[in-house]
T-cell receptor, first 114, second 118 residues
Framework: AQSVSQHNHHVILSEAASLELGCNYS??????LFWYVQYPGQHLQLLLK??????LVKGIKGFEAEFIKSKFSFNLRKPSVQWSDTAEYFC????????????FGKGTMLLVSP | GAGVSQTPSNKVTEKGKYVELRCDPI?????LYWYRQSLGQGPEFLIY????????DSGLPNDRFFAVRPEGSVSTLKIQRTERGDSAVYLC????????????????FGAGSRLTVL
């Protein structure tokens, strides 16, 4: 079965700082990768996804993620964070063949101070 | 509806009681999922429905947990003899199609039902 590891449980940044949240997965086959975001008091929302093609994917609100197959990684990045990016971020993976459950990491809580 | 709707948003119950949590998926979505999110954890898979049938219930922790989707739309998660360890946010998600997650078949989540067992 696949699993996901997120490196940091809490990250604190000042506005305009650059962001990189680590995500590694364990599964030997082809995968689909996702980042979901949960803003305070809101439900989980899809930030971006990777299925195939260009390993650098762009999502909403200026976020991007890069799939590096050799490192089993899918790190999330944003060049300049805003206070409104304060949220919990979840990396998730499914296998890319047939039915597969969506497996989540434990999440990273990002706090951006103004 | 426009999104996945879950009720109640909050439920406080006593140990040993029976609880039902309801999920109303996006109209037309054939696949429905239940997840559980405990404090400090990511969502953990519980059960997946293709239409009316449970295609994968491998995530249900024990036989106190049961879910139904009798008409292929609304689903109810039922927890018998609740325990303090059942306290969590129960998330429902739906996707347009059954089978593999794909570019056109991404999960949309509801706001969750927060269950507290005293």
């Amino acid at each position: 079965a696949q699993s996901v590891s997120q490196h940091n449980h809490h990250v604190i940044l000042s506005e305009a700082a650059s962001l990189e949240l680590g995500c590694n997965y364990s599964y030997g086959g082809t995968v689909n990768l996702f980042w979901y975001v949960q803003y305070p008091g809101q439900h989980l929302q899809l930030l971006l996804k990777y299925f195939s093609g260009d390993p650098l994917v762009k999502g909403i609100k200026g976020f991007e993620a890069e799939f590096i197959k050799s490192k089993f990684s899918f790190n999330l990045r944003k060049p300049s964070v805003q206070w409104s990016d304060t949220a919990e971020y979840f990396c998730a993976v499914t296998r890319n063949s047939g039915y597969s459950t969506l497996t989540f990491g434990k999440g990273t809580m990002l706090l951006v101070s103004p | 509806g426009a999104g996945v709707s879950q009720t109640p948003s909050n439920k406080v119950t006593e140990k040993g009681k029976y609880v039902e949590l309801r999920c109303d998926p996006i109209s037309g979505h054939t696949a429905l999922y239940w997840y559980r999110q405990s404090l400090g954890q990511g969502p953990e898979f519980l059960i997946y429905f293709q239409g009316t049938g449970a295609a994968d219930d491998s995530g249900l922790p024990n036989d106190r947990f049961f879910a139904v989707r009798p008409e292929g739309s609304v689903s109810t998660l039922k927890i018998q003899r609740t325990e303090r360890g059942d306290s969590a946010v129960y998330l429902c998600a739906s996707s347009p199609q059954t089978g593999a997650v794909s570019g056109a078949n991404v999960l949309t989540f509801g706001a969750g039902s927060r269950l507290t067992v005293l």
